[in-house]
């Protein structure tokens, strides 16, 4: 069984800088596909970023593009978001997720993580 365990959340100043850490277990790692979601109350559920098992990146939301970097370190079993330039309007619960399998479409996960508020102040 895989468990996510998130941390690095808090508070920022517009213009200020984060990083979220989602460290994995129970799971085979290297082969699986990870992301990072957000989710304010009264929006939909954001898909900001995906990084694939073989390090392929994508960055589905134009919002994010520029500002928030995903990594992956696999001896550590921990993937990252880097976010810079941080603006009120990125003020969100956030979420990381991992598949199963390597062959997963982007977007699709099976495990997530417990959520990590981020609060930005203008």
């Known amino acids: 069984q895989v468990q996510l365990v998130q941390s690095g959340g808090g508070l920022a100043q517009a213009g200020g800088s984060l990083r979220l850490s989602c460290a994995a277990s129970?799971?085979?790692?290297?082969?699986?596909?990870l992301g990072w979601f957000r989710q304010a109350p009264g929006r939909e559920r954001e898909f900001v970023a995906d990084i694939r098992w073989s390090g392929t990146i994508t960055y589905p939301v134009d919002s994010v593009k520029g500002r928030f970097t995903i990594s992956r370190d696999n001896a550590k079993n921990t993937v990252y978001l880097q976010m810079n330039r941080l603006k009120p309007e990125d003020t969100a619960v956030y979420y990381c997720?991992?598949?199963?399998?390597?062959?997963?479409?982007?977007?699709?996960?099976?495990?997530w993580g417990q959520g990590t508020q981020v609060t930005v102040s203008a």
């Open positions: 129970g799971g085979t790692f290297t082969t699986s596909n």
């Open positions: 997720a991992a598949s199963r399998i390597s062959w997963s479409p982007v977007g699709k996960f099976d495990y």
